[in-house]
């Protein structure tokens, strides 16, 4: 055989397409909010409206707290638990969301971050709560045997 007739083969690289992520968060848009509420609260001359408004959590921020709970149960660390115990967790995530939303500052410009910690931690903390329970009882199971 001739050297001109070998032919070599042809290899085709597919290029890997990047799926758009959903994204149902922005940093800045969230930053926005509490930087207006951060606004309203050094106001000495607020009206009666403003009074009411400024210790209300508006929808928007209440919907992002339970969408950040919401999808941070889609990890493995938390995706075996029954729907029960992730309603319970979620509404104790968001609980504490609420309470530290009062007291967050403004100067930290990652509100995803500070709240997707705070719900990691609720979600622990219910874990734990579980296990105790569940070890307890246990342990008055094994006493009345």
Not at 8 to 28: G, I, L, Q, T
Not at 114 to 119: A, G, N, P, V, W
């Amino acid at each position: 055989m001739s050297e001109e007739n070998i032919v070599e083969p042809v290899v085709v690289v597919e290029k890997k397409v990047k799926k758009k992520k959903k994204v149902y968060f922005n940093n800045e848009d969230m930053l926005n909010l509490f930087i207006e509420r951060n606004r309203l609260r050094l106001v000495e001359n607020r009206t009666r409206e403003e009074e009411r408004n400024l210790f209300k959590v508006t929808e928007k921020i209440g919907v992002l707290y339970f969408k950040i709970s919401e999808n941070l149960l889609h990890r493995p660390n938390f995706c075996n638990y029954d729907l029960l115990t992730k309603a319970e967790m979620i509404s104790d995530a968001v609980y504490n969301c609420l309470r530290a939303g009062e007291n967050y500052d403004v100067k930290f410009t990652n509100p995803f971050a500070y709240f997707t910690q705070i719900s990691w931690n609720a979600f622990i903390a219910d874990i734990k709560a579980m296990k105790k329970r569940s070890q307890m009882l246990k342990s008055i199971d094994h006493v009345e045997n």
